[in-house]
């Protein structure tokens, strides 16, 4: 693997086509932190198979807008050479094109809200980066302060229309999960879906290309990816969440994305570390279902807020820890695989 990946590099090396195609594919990696081109090919196939099982290919195709947007902004404003080479600069705006083409309807201004959010992303990515720097970095605050304000400003335009934004002006009351205990069916479909939906796709098959992905770049990634969901989809049951939030892997994409954070990316591995990602995991299940309902009267959705507030919350006391941070997120993350 690794003389594939040092081929590749020499490739990519020689060639500007080639070295821009590495960026982009690198970017898709890095949305679950994984700095590999082979890893962007196996998450965007996940992101290719999600979508056309949905019936709805041109979210794929937004994605790949998107992220080829955002990574031609950052060449433009030039941005930090080894930053931008490790795809630090896409990773959000693949993630604002894939949420805008899930949420609103298609049509010609849906393109250009795409081509827009992507190339937005990457200011607020450096914007952000120089304020949270002593945080971590930025995380994919950038998506989710990009995603929100433009679906917000769906409600104020005739042109565009948010059909698969969330509904209603008030808080209803959830359907708790009826089954007891959590039957092992729901809790495979719920582990898988956590994993998928953090690309937005409810599809187990691309749960599984996720998985190999990681498994690719990192195995301690997959592994905490894997337990990051078992958790999330425990948790939400012991505390009675809407089962259709359970099996749908809703409440726990944030969670994966935290646990892989903290358990492989920032800290290095020990058994507190393992404890002290299983703390913030059961809790960012918490704050996921707490923003559901803070921003149910916006009718937008969540997104990986739960995942950035947590994140944050358990870098600032990380002196506390053994040792140092393993890595940097962001401007600050090397290049090696995390």
Known sequence: ?????????????????????????????????????????????????????????????????????ANLVAELLHVETESLH????GFNGILVGLALAT??????????????????????????????????GALTFPFVITTWLLLLATYGFSGLAGTALPTGNVVTAF???????????ELTQGVFLSISQVFLKASS???LLLLVGLAVSSLASAA????????????????????????????????VLT????????????????????????????????????????AIPALTAPFVLVTWLFLLPRQRLEGAPAVARDNERPAAVA
């Open 205 to 207: 098959v691309a749960a």
């Open 103 to 136: 949420f609103l309807a298609p049509g010609a201004l849906l393109w250009v809200y795409v081509m827009l959010g992507a190339a937005v992303s990457v200011v607020v990515m450096l914007g952000t980066t120089n304020v949270v720097k002593p945080w971590g």
């Open 259 to 298: 646990a892989i954070a903290l358990g492989t990316v920032f800290y290095q591995p020990s058994w507190r570390v393992v404890v002290y990602t299983a703390l913030a995991t059961v809790f960012t299940v918490i704050v996921q279902a707490a923003l559901n309902v803070a921003l149910t009267p916006f």
């Open 175 to 185: 359907q708790p999960y009826q089954g007891s205990p959590l039957q092992l069916i």
């Open 224 to 255: 905490f990816a894997l337990g990051g969901a078992i958790l999330a989809v425990l948790t939400a049951h012991l505390f009675g969440a809407e089962s259709d939030l359970i099996t749908g892997g809703l409440l726990g994409f944030s969670p």
């Open 86 to 89: 490790a795809g630090l600069y």
């Open 1 to 69: 693997m690794e003389q594939i990946l040092a081929k590749w590099e020499s490739l990519a090396a020689s060639s500007g086509a080639l070295r821009f195609l590495d960026i982009n594919l690198r970017s898709i990696g890095q949305v679950m932190f994984q700095n590999n081109p082979l890893t962007g090919i196996l998450f965007l196939a996940a992101i290719a198979w999600g979508s056309y099982a949905a019936g709805a290919p041109r979210v794929a195709i937004a994605g790949v807008v998107a992220v080829v947007v």
